[in-house]
């Protein structure tokens, strides 16, 4: 079976900013180091970010790129599907997967990033975890991605950093990812793990 206890420690990354934030940075040097050195700059200016900003800055930091007048949304579904009322049906098996495993989603949706994230390494199903992350997550980070105008956003950074660990997890994946095109979502829906009869 595929380790992926990782994607635990990375979710603290997306969550919003606690004094707790500073014992993962070992745990996140760790990740990095383990085949993917490269990513290691954008890491360390996250790290920086962590270690030099007070908590309170921090957390406008984080408010200002996800929530107010947000650049970019941590919800997987919404990113996936707006307002398109496959969105519900997502959240809904989404919710149902996260109660299943025993993940708790606290405050948030059970398609925000971090929730999302923290569910993989609880899942029995490893086919299950590596569709997630093929069909949905992988795609959804790239979307992410795109919606960032400033380059130096460090919250841009680790989704690039989180992009490729999942990348490297899943190198030769057989899984169709989600198709972004309007005319594409649909069948796109009708891809998504264990929900395909489901209308």
């Known amino acids: 079976m595929k380790d992926l206890t990782h994607y635990t420690d990375l979710a603290a990354i997306f969550r919003y900013p606690t004094p707790k934030r500073e014992s993962f940075i070992g745990v996140w040097r760790k990740i990095i180091w383990n085949g993917l050195t490269e990513q290691g700059p954008k890491l360390e200016m996250f790290i920086t970010h962590v270690q030099e900003k007070t908590i309170a800055a921090q957390q406008e930091y984080y408010i200002s790129t996800f929530d107010v007048q947000a650049v970019c949304y941590l919800d997987i579904g919404y990113v996936l599907y707006g307002e398109d009322y496959n969105r519900g049906i997502f959240l809904a ?56 105008q400033a380059t130096d956003n460090v919250y841009k950074g680790m989704l690039e950093v989180l992009l490729n660990v999942m990348k490297n997890d899943y190198p030769a994946s057989e899984f169709e990812r989600f198709n972004f095109s309007s005319q594409e979502k649909a069948r796109s829906f009708e891809c998504l793990p264990q929900w395909r009869n489901i209308k």
């Open 93 to 148: 098996n989404m919710k149902k997967e996260q109660e299943n495993a025993g993940n708790d989603c606290g405050s948030e949706l059970p398609d925000h990033l971090p929730n999302m994230l923290a569910l993989l390494p609880k899942l029995g199903d490893q086919n299950l975890a590596e569709e997630l992350v093929v069909s949905i997550m992988i795609p959804a980070l790239e979307k992410m991605i795109e919606s960032f």
